[in-house]
C-alpha cells in the first residue's frame, strides 16, 4: 500500500495539503481535479521529483520520502510521453534496464515480454516520429513498466489522444493493470474519465482533497456542492421551491426528473432546447427564474417552448448547506 501522510507543499500562492491518503495494492485510483488545484503535485511528489515541506510518502511500511527517483519502486508516464527521439521504441523501452546494469540478452527478453503485452511488437524498430500519438503513448506505457513497478504512475495519459481512440485507450489501461497486479494512479482533469476508469476517485479542488470514494458513491453521494458539480450534470434549485428552508439548496440529476405533459402538482417549466444525444434526449428547461437540464427517453413527445410540468422524487434530492455547501442528507 502506498501512503501520504500529512503533506504539505507550499509555492507563492497555493499550498497543497494532504492529512492521509492510502492508495491499496492492485487498485486503479485516479485523481481528478480542475487546473491548478495540486494533482500533477502530488503525483510528483509520490515519484519523487517534488519534495514535500512536510510530510511522509510511506509504500508498503517503508519511508521513501527522501528517496530519489530511481531508487523507488515506481513508474511514470509523462502526459508528453517524454520519448527519445534519436532512439527507437525498442531503445526506449530498455533504457530504465540499461540504466539498472542488465546485460543484453535479459533487457531484450524483457522488452519484448511488454511488447506483446502491450501490442506494440511490430513497431519496436521505429524512432517516435514515426508513431501515431496511440503508439507513442504504448511505447512510454512499456517503458513504465519494463522495469515492473510496484506502482504505476500516469499523468494525464490520455490527453493528446484522439477522442475516439480515447475510449479504447481507457478500457486497455485498465486490462493492462489487472493483468500486471499493479496499483496505478492516473491523473486527470476530465471527470467522466475518471468515472469510466477508477476503481476509487480522490477529487481534489485548491489543493484539498474534496472527497475519495467509488464512481458511484461521489456520483449519488457526493459530499460538498464543489464534488456534486464537478461530477457528472448537475441541477440546483432554491430549497423553498420544495418546502425546505432557504437555508438549504436540493441537487438532483438530469436522469432523475421526472417530465409530465398534464398539469398536476409538479414544478412548472418551460422547454427551452432538446439535444438529441443517441441513447437519449437532453432537454434543457426553465423553472421560474432557474435553469435546469433532463434525460429523457424518445418517447416523449415535446417540443420546444411547450409548457411542461416536472417532479423529482424525495429519496433522489440532494440537500447541500446554502452557505457551507456540505451535505445535510
Not at 480522490?202 to 456520483?219: A, L
Not at 458539480?229 to 425546505?244: A, K, R
Not at 413527445?301 to 424525495?314: D, S
Amino acid at each position: 500500500m502506498l501512503v501520504l501522510e500529512n503533506i504539505r507543499k507550499r509555492f507563492k500562492d497555493f499550498e497543497l495539503y494532504i492529512e492521509k491518503l492510502e492508495f491499496y495494492d492492485n487498485e486503479y485510483a485516479v485523481i481528478v481535479a480542475p487546473s491548478g488545484s495540486g494533482k500533477t503535485t502530488t503525483l510528483r511528489i509520490i515519484a519523487g521529483l517534488e519534495t514535500p515541506d512536510e510530510g511522509r510518502v510511506i509504500l508498503d511500511g517503508e519511508d521513501i520520502t527522501n528517496l530519489p527517483p530511481w531508487k523507488r519502486n515506481i513508474g511514470i508516464v509523462f502526459q508528453n510521453y517524454a520519448l527519445y527521439p534519436h532512439l527507437t521504441a525498442l531503445e526506449n523501452i530498455a533504457m530504465p534496464l540499461k540504466i539498472k546494469g542488465l546485460d543484453s540478452e535479459e533487457i531484450h527478453e524483457k522488452v519484448i515480454e511488454i511488447a506483446k503485452i502491450l501490442e506494440i511488437e511490430k513497431i519496436l524498430d521505429k524512432y517516435p516520429s514515426q508513431l501515431s500519438g496511440g503508439q507513442q503513448q504504448r511505447v512510454a506505457l512499456a517503458r513504465a513498466l519494463v522495469k515492473e513497478p510496484k506502482v504505476l504512475l500516469l499523468d494525464e495519459p490520455l490527453s493528446n489522444i484522439d477522442a475516439r481512440l480515447k475510449l479504447d485507450l481507457r478500457g486497455f489501461l485498465k486490462s493492462v493493470q489487472r493483468r500486471l497486479h499493479m496499483t496505478a494512479i492516473h491523473v486527470t482533469h476530465d471527470q467522466e474519465e475518471a468515472m469510466a476508469i477508477g476503481d476509487r476517485i480522490v477529487i481534489i479542488n485548491e489543493g484539498r482533497i474534496e472527497q475519495v470514494g467509488t464512481p458511484v458513491e461521489v456520483y449519488n453521494r457526493p459530499k460538498t456542492l464543489f464534488v456534486y458539480n464537478f461530477v457528472g450534470l448537475s441541477n440546483l434549485l432554491p430549497g423553498s421551491m420544495f418546502g425546505f428552508s432557504d437555508n438549504v439548496i436540493v441537487g438532483f440529476r438530469p436522469e432523475n426528473v421526472m417530465i409530465s405533459l398534464t398539469e398536476d402538482t409538479g414544478l412548472k417549466a418551460e422547454v427551452l432546447t432538446i439535444q438529441y444525444l443517441g441513447s437519449h434526449n437532453l432537454i434543457e428547461l426553465r423553472v421560474g427564474e432557474h435553469t435546469i437540464k433532463a434525460r429523457t427517453s424518445f418517447e416523449l413527445p415535446v417540443k420546444e417552448k411547450e409548457t411542461v410540468y416536472i417532479k423529482i422524487p424525495r429519496e433522489k434530492m440532494l440537500l447541500f448547506d446554502k452557505k457551507g455547501g456540505e451535505l445535510i442528507k
